[in-house]
């Protein structure tokens, strides 16, 4: 599976919506891939503070491209 696709699961899997399948593979590229590796922590991450906070700011520019991609990801539907 490329990258692009592991990180557009990777929302879902720590959301657990991911079927046993999913995310075994999930799992399994980001022990072997550090850039979905860290796209996966910050998934992590965000999601834990969205939780806390759902009135997220615009995520300020100087934070890294993937952060930023993460973050317009797992944003709840206005
Ligand atoms: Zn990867």
Redesign the pocket.
């Known amino acids: 599976m ?2 692009t696709a ?2 557009n699961l990777i929302s879902q899997y720590i959301d657990g919506r991911l079927s046993g399948a999913e995310a075994d593979v999930v799992r399994e ?2 022990q ?6 860290q ?1 996966f922590k910050d998934s992590q991450f965000l999601s834990r503070l969205l939780k806390e906070n759902l009135e997220f700011p615009e995520p300020p520019k100087d934070l890294p491209r993937s952060v930023i991609r993460t973050v317009e990801r797992t944003k709840p539907e206005k």
């Open positions: 490329s990258c592991v990180q590229h980001v072997e891939c550090d850039d979905c590796a796209d």
